[in-house]
């Protein structure tokens, strides 16, 4: 056997990297990267310079001029929130459809589809016609029992039990992938020996499905902290206050103060 001359190596591999996946691979992150880095670099510019000098004052305007541990308080509390109730209605759902013989299973599927298709204003929105205090057909069928303003979905746990019904079906979708890739044998020698559901789910199945949940969880937190619709529509009316809501404030003043929005943000 011959060594590959130095020319046929840089040739071999001239024509590996000119092969239409790398490629195509190549423009992609080349795209997502301009995409992601520059509207950054401007947030970056914008925050740290105020066309004079490289500053910190917007930092401190923005912090002194509100509540600021309120606000962070507000946010972890409502993505907090917002994330265990998606979660607990997701993860049971697609247990009940994966995992048992819940009649109307396709129906299910399909109907925990639905929310994905609505965008998040509409949702709101929504629910603000339902369970609003002044004008929510709820309160309107509730009043003769209970009173005027039973329901308040102004507030944070209104946001919260909004946004963690509109975050659910993502939830479904994860859970319903790490529930079908299981193998259902130990879940079945786990119920021939003896143990209840409730035991097989709680030291089998969760085990099983801990690395979808650790992923839904964490989607679920960043979805939660960087939702706008919700905390606007129902939480500004109320006081309540999250970043997302007070960098969309900063901006509608005039003029908009851009360096507090990139503080904020």
């Given at each position: 056997t011959t060594r590959p001359s130095r020319l046929s190596i840089r040739r071999w591999d001239y024509r590996a990297l000119v092969r239409p996946q790398v490629l195509i691979i190549v423009s992609a992150l080349l795209l997502i990267g301009y995409l992601a880095v520059v509207p950054l670099g401007y947030l970056l510019w914008g925050t740290f310079y105020d066309g004079t000098s490289v500053t910190l004052?917007?930092?401190?305007?923005?912090?002194?001029?509100?509540?600021?541990?309120?606000?962070?308080?507000?946010?972890v509390l409502f993505a907090f929130g917002s994330t265990v109730l998606s979660i607990t209605i997701g993860t049971m759902l697609a247990y009940l459809v994966v995992r048992t013989d819940v009649p109307f299973k396709g129906l299910m599927f399909a109907a925990s589809l639905v929310p994905l298709i609505i965008p998040g204003i509409l949702h709101t929105i929504a629910w603000i016609f339902l369970a609003s205090?002044?004008?929510?057909?709820?309160?309107?069928?509730?009043?003769p029992l209970f009173g005027p303003g039973t329901l308040n979905i102004f507030g944070m746990?209104?946001?919260?039990?909004?946004?963690?019904?509109?975050?659910s079906p993502l939830v479904f979708l994860l859970m319903v992938a790490a529930f079908r890739s299981m193998d259902p044998s130990l879940e079945e020698s786990a119920l021939m020996s003896g143990a209840r559901l409730p035991t097989v789910f709680r030291r089998i199945t969760l085990p099983l499905a801990r690395p979808a949940l650790f992923a839904s969880i964490l989607i679920m937190a960043v979805?939660?902290?960087?939702?706008?619709?919700v905390p606007a529509l129902l939480g500004i009316p109320s006081g309540v206050w999250v970043f997302t809501s007070r960098i969309w404030r900063v901006l509608s003043q005039y003029p908009p103060s851009f360096g507090q929005a990139g503080a904020y943000a």
């Open positions: 004052r917007f930092f401190r305007e923005a912090y002194q001029a509100y509540d600021l541990l309120g606000m962070v308080g507000n946010s205090p002044r004008v929510g057909v709820l309160n309107t069928l509730l009043e746990w209104g946001m919260i039990f909004v946004e963690g019904l509109h975050l979805r939660g902290l960087e939702s706008f619709e």
